[in-house]
């Protein structure tokens, strides 16, 4: 009796010891930085949160949040890198090219995860996709190669099209990569595009105004950290201006906008967290593959389209993923 009770005390002993050795692994509270241009979008950071609660991650427990973004000011950027590094956070996520930038320009040691970036290869931040070589990892929206297919979206559903606006953000590094590929998809086409350069969304009318001067038959909206949490009246001067408008996150359509093409960001920001995890536990952000997005989702407004005076024709409806009626 003696040894057996000597047997379950051991045991238990055991469990107490490998319980405390865990506690104070877990002891530890990492800190993490989230750095934009514009703002964040409040449905991709829940869904990046709830990404890091999956992995065990509990804010206030073991963990710490810095968030902070620019308000559409690139000069704030330098400051803001600055305290995040001063905070001796252990990683840095991101979904602004500019802050990226910024960040390896100021600290190459830091761990950076790109929640959603248009263009890593093109922009210069990693290597390669499957090997990123330095402390920038994460997901890639290949933005730039899509520019072809939204244009021929467009186009069938607005054949008579002869110019295209593009509403893009003024000195961000993925403009330079996609006004070019825009340029070369619409000769395909047939079609002219007319890039429109804007820095913040006080610029939003004026840029409607040039719209308009120069009798575009369309727009493009770019999906950018300044554009995005302004979809909402981006939607409505599109559609108070009768421009059939392509956007490429599910909320232009939501708010009015005629179609959106493109990955699923939010469902990017929840992979972030992955990448977030793998670092935190020692593998090095060069040694992880940049992740692109294997499946693309189209949207169409038809309500939207009804009152542009336009039929959407059948064969583009049923490669829609989700319509709008």
Known sequence: MNKTIGVFVFAII????????????????????????????TANTEAFRQGLRDLGYVESRNLIIESRFAEGKLDRLPDLVAELIRLKVDLIVSN??????MIRD??????????????PLGSGLVETL???????????????????????????????VSRVALLVLRNHPPT???????????????ITVQPVEIATPDEFKSAFAAITSARAGALFVQNNTVFGPNIKPLA?????????????????????????????VTDMWR???TYVDKILKGTKPADIPVEQPMKF????NLKTAKALGLTIPYEVLMRADRVIK
Not at 96 to 101: G, K, L, M, N, V
Not at 297 to 300: A, L, S, T, Y
């Open 14 to 41: 055991t469990l107490l010891s490998v319980h405390l050795a865990d506690a104070q692994q877990s002891g530890k509270v990492y800190r993490i930085g989230m750095l934009t241009l514009g703002y964040f979008l």
């Open 96 to 101: 602004s090219t500019e802050a990226i930038q």
């Open 106 to 119: 100021a600290n190459r040691a830091m761990p950076v995860v790109m929640a959603s970036i248009s263009d």
């Open 130 to 160: 499957a090997r990123p070589g330095g402390n920038i990892t994460g997901l890639s929206l290949v933005s730039t190669e899509l520019a072809g297919k939204r244009l021929e979206l467009l186009k069938e559903v607005v054949p008579k």
């Open 176 to 190: 330079r990569l996609l006004v070019p590929e825009m340029e070369s998809a619409a000769r395909a086409l047939k």
């Open 236 to 264: 409505e001067l599109a559609a108070k201006h009768r421009l059939p408008a392509m956007g490429t996150l599910q909320a232009f359509v939501d708010a009015g906008g005629l179609m959106t093409y493109g990955p699923n």
């Open 271 to 273: 992979r972030a967290a």
């Open 297 to 300: 989702e189209f949207f169409i």
